[in-house]
T-cell receptor, first 112, second 115 residues
Framework: AQSVTQPDIHITVSEGASLELRCNYS??????LFWYVQSPGQGLQLLLK??????LVQGIKGFEAEFKRSQSSFNLRKPSVHWSDAAEYFC??????????FGTGTRLQVFP | EPEVTQTPSHQVTQMGQEVILRCVPI?????FYWYRQILGQKVEFLVS????????KSEIFDDQFSVERPDGSNFTLKIRSTKLEDSAMYFC?????????????FGPGTRLTVL
């Protein structure tokens, strides 16, 4: 069965530091991969998605993610974190239908 | 920017009561979804809906659950007889097209607490 693992429940970084959030998936075919962010009181907002082509995907708010088939990973990165990036981040994989399968999320805390 | 809205933001109910969670999808979207997240667990797919019928549902979506698009703007999730384990955050989403390549836009969620 398809699954998504986000091994880090909670990450704390200093403002200006680089960030990498990990995501591993289990899926037989070429996956459709997504990163969503949820700020307090807000809905899930799409940061970026990967379907095919270039394995390095650029998203909104300065985020990028790299698809590595050999490692079954789709890690999210940002070179310099801002205090406003504090939120919950969800990795998800899409099947050939409409269903998205989410990971448990990583809560990011940013210190000034 | 258009957005998905959900009401109420928080609903408290007694076990065995019926609840209706409401969503207003983005106006020109045709595909609608409900997901839920039990505290500390994954966001889970419940159901997708298109052309006034369910297109896919998960094993969670049993006979206690139903969805409806009663008019041109609202999309509702009804739980007929709530259980304690139905306590969760419920997210509505919509997309313009079907399939995983089209972005699903999510609402802010309704937190359901069953006492």
């Amino acid at each position: 069965a398809q699954s998504v693992t986000q091994p880090d429940i909670h990450i704390t970084v200093s403002e200006g530091a680089s960030l990498e959030l990990r995501c591993n998936y289990s899926y037989g075919a070429t996956p459709y991969l997504f990163w969503y962010v949820q700020s307090p009181g807000q809905g899930l907002q799409l940061l970026l998605k990967y379907f095919s082509g270039d394995t390095l995907v650029q998203g909104i708010k300065g985020f990028e993610a790299e698809f590595k088939r050999s490692q079954s990973s789709f890690n999210l990165r940002k070179p310099s974190v801002h205090w406003s990036d504090a939120a919950e981040y969800f990795c998800a994989v899409g099947e050939d239908t409409d269903k998205l399968i989410f990971g448990t999320g990583t809560r990011l805390q940013v210190f000034p | 920017e258009p957005e998905v809205t959900q009401t109420p933001s928080h609903q408290v109910t007694q076990m065995g009561q019926e609840v209706i969670l409401r969503c207003v999808p983005i106006s020109n979207h045709l595909y609608f979804y409900w997901y839920r997240q039990i505290l500390g667990q994954k966001v889970e797919f419940l159901v997708s809906f298109y052309n006034n019928e369910i297109s896919e549902k998960s094993e969670i979506f049993d006979d206690q659950f139903s969805v409806e698009r009663p008019d041109g703007s609202n999309f509702t999730l009804k739980i007929r007889s709530t259980k304690l384990e139905d306590s969760a955050m419920y997210f509505c989403a919509s997309s313009g097209n079907s399939g995983p390549t089209d972005t699903q836009y999510f609402g802010p969620g309704t937190r359901l607490t069953v006492l």
